[in-house]
């Protein structure tokens, strides 16, 4: 389980590029669970959803007894994205190449 806090950047979308990263690194080494507190578009589009406290409680205490992962982030995990993000743009993440001009 890893726990998402707040994080502050002065780049533009800095903190959902470092929460993508953080997506793409658990999923190579399986990780589950990411409290990341909010209920929002772009996490939605990482596979985010609500659950339980009782639930979260219960995922936490499993993913405790697990061994810790190598935290080092290899370029190749951007990889674990790509099939999940290809057909999703966010709202709030700005047009595709392909969308047309508004009229």
């Known amino acids: 389980a890893v726990f998402g806090e707040s994080m502050f950047t002065t780049v533009p979308d800095g903190s959902k590029i470092a929460l993508a990263a953080l997506v793409a690194l658990g999923r190579q080494h399986a990780i589950e669970l990411i409290d990341c507190q909010q209920n929002t578009p772009h996490l939605a589009t990482l596979g985010a959803r609500e659950m339980r406290r009782a639930d979260f409680a219960l995922e936490v205490r499993k993913a405790s007894a697990k061994p810790p992962i190598d935290w ?32």
Not at 72 to 96: C, H, I, K, M, Q
Request: negative net charge; hydrophobic residues 35%; charged residues 15%.
């Open 72 to 103: 080092n982030f290899r370029p190749v995990y951007w990889n674990n994205l790509s099939a999940s993000l290809a057909s999703v743009v966010p709202e709030d993440l700005g047009p595709t190449v392909e969308d047309p001009p508004p009229s």
